[in-house]
């Protein structure tokens, strides 16, 4: 099962920051966050994880609260390209449940020009 | 390095027919996963291999099945198809699970 919550939509001036919020509060101590976007009729995208310190890679920057509840995808500068649903994850890295992932609804991020 | 593929991109079946969809991993990626999806279920997890082994399923009936093959590559069936059955169906590899990386879908249409 899905245990984040992310809006359903967000929009996004093209060049500006985008800001994606995403809630696990019920987070175990040993659970990663993990990001992967979906840019329509193509299979989803692997983005970003992280398990409590912020993580930055060419892509994007992954804030992550102190008490772990809530977490924050950063895409610096926006482009129209970034159009996509971004699905928040949260799942514990271990053999018994490596290779699945649970996606919830996501973000519709729409970046406009 | 080559991305996933999946082959055929798009299909058409009847009902009752079966159907086999296949996938070849990143080189090097020992996991395979698949993953249905429709508008209103969304991306719902259908199993993962490793080394050819099952290694996690998820809550669909037994029509869907899949196996893996020595050279990591990997096949999923679906048999006696439904209408509910059409989706998108995905497959996504990684290395021992990790971060998945996701081929571009098969297009399943059942009629």
């Known amino acids: 099962d899905a245990k984040t919550t992310q809006p359903p939509s967000m929009d996004c001036a093209e060049g500006r920051a985008a800001n994606l919020p995403c809630n696990h509060s019920?987070?175990?101590?040993?659970?990663?966050v993990y990001w992967y976007r979906q840019i329509h009729s193509q299979g989803p995208q692997y983005i970003i994880h992280g398990l409590k310190n912020n993580e930055t890679n060419e892509m994007a920057s992954l804030i992550i609260t102190e008490d772990r509840k809530s977490s924050t995808l950063i895409l610096p500068h926006a482009t129209l390209r970034d159009t996509a649903v971004y699905y928040c994850i949260v799942r514990v890295d271990r053999g018994s449940t490596l290779g699945r992932l649970y996606f919830g609804r996501g973000t519709q991020l729409t970046v406009w020009p | 390095k080559a991305g996933v593929t999946q082959t055929p991109r798009y299909l058409i079946k009847t009902r009752g027919q079966q159907v086999t969809l296949s996938c070849s991993p990143i080189?090097?990626?020992?996991?395979v996963s698949w993953y249905q999806q429709t508008p209103g279920q969304g991306l719902q997890f259908l199993f993962e291999?490793?080394?050819?082994?099952?290694?996690n399923k998820g809550n669909f009936p037994g029509r869907f099945s899949g196996r893996q093959f020595s050279n990591s590559r990997s096949e999923m069936n679906v048999s006696t198809l439904e209408l509910g059955d059409s989706a998108l169906y995905l497959c996504a590899s990684s290395v021992r699970g990790y971060e998945q990386y996701f081929g571009p879908g098969t297009r399943l249409t059942v009629t």
């Open positions: 019920t987070i175990s101590g040993n659970e990663y």
């Open positions: 291999y490793f080394s050819e082994t099952q290694r």
């Open positions: 080189s090097g990626h020992r996991s």
